[in-house]
């Protein structure tokens, strides 16, 4: 039960989120880099980098991913993607049927909607905000929302979305998010008292911070849906069912936090979307009986 659904329950009419924050009070400072790259303030730049989640390259990898590929046009920054990151587009998490994504023209509709799936960061962190704001995530995102209020009657807002906050967080400069090495800077300073330490300083995750131990719990039942599914040729024609269990079948122990840690980290997190996606197929082609899933 997510969310909204809890709060139709209890009664409440609005739910309150904070998804506004990420692109103003909780902007990571990244610009800065890519800043410091074009204007050719090298060492100041290679400074910048000390405190960094590392990644393959180790040091480099920040310097790569946030100050080389911002600047880069979109063919050059796709290839040094895939060559040093080993970067799949929405291959990379996404567990639809090679084949099927193919005669669905799944490529195509993508360039058609404007959506770019190695998520090439703008050289300007502003402007970066204001192409978010405008981009087809966002839009989505606001689709999901319209569905959730009209299917729980409880409508949903976002304080930190208001404009002149947000115009005031655009206007603030590159070093009040990045300095020291250090990034997310005004957020890190506006909850130092308010946050425990291991929450300001751990290492960034990604979205939903349990998602792998909640899907430890139930890899048994999974494993068994997907073996089912593998004799339903509507299922199994647009799911890459093989890569989804061979994903299980490499489970890491600890909830794994980049490609260093597991080579299909994405994919992994992404499985329960891959499960609503089958359990959709199976209730469309049961006839909207949710007994044929």
Known sequence: ?????????AGRRVVLRGNGGDFMLSRSGYGRLSEAFRTGRWWALWRMTAGLPRGRHGRF??????????????????????????GRGWRGYSAIHPDYA??????????????DSYFKRHPSGREAVLRMLSGPLLRNGRATKRAQEVLHGVAIRDPLFERRLMEWGCGLPYDQ???EGRSHM???RLMQDRLPAE????????QAADWHLRITRR????????????KD?????????????????TWPERTPLSACDHPDFLLLQFLPRALNAGRFIKWVEGGGNWAAM
Not at 64 to 77: D, F, Q, W
């Open 61 to 86: 990898s920040p310097l790569l991913r946030h100050a080389v590929l911002p600047g880069l046009p979109e063919g050059m920054h796709r290839v040094l993607r895939k060559v040093a990151f080993g």
């Open 199 to 206: 929450i300001l300083d751990g290492p960034k995750g990604l």
């Open 186 to 188: 005004l957020v890190r």
């Open 1 to 9: 039960m997510n969310a909204c659904a809890k709060a139709a329950v």
């Open 219 to 230: 890899l048994p039942e999974i494993r068994m849906t997907l073996e089912h599914w593998r």
């Open 102 to 115: 193919r005669s669905a023209g799944v490529d195509e509709r993508a360039r058609e909607q404007g959506f």
């Open 233 to 249: 040729p509507a299922v199994a024609g647009r799911l890459d069912l093989d890569r989804l269990l061979s994903a299980l079948d």
């Open 177 to 179: 998010f990045l300095r």
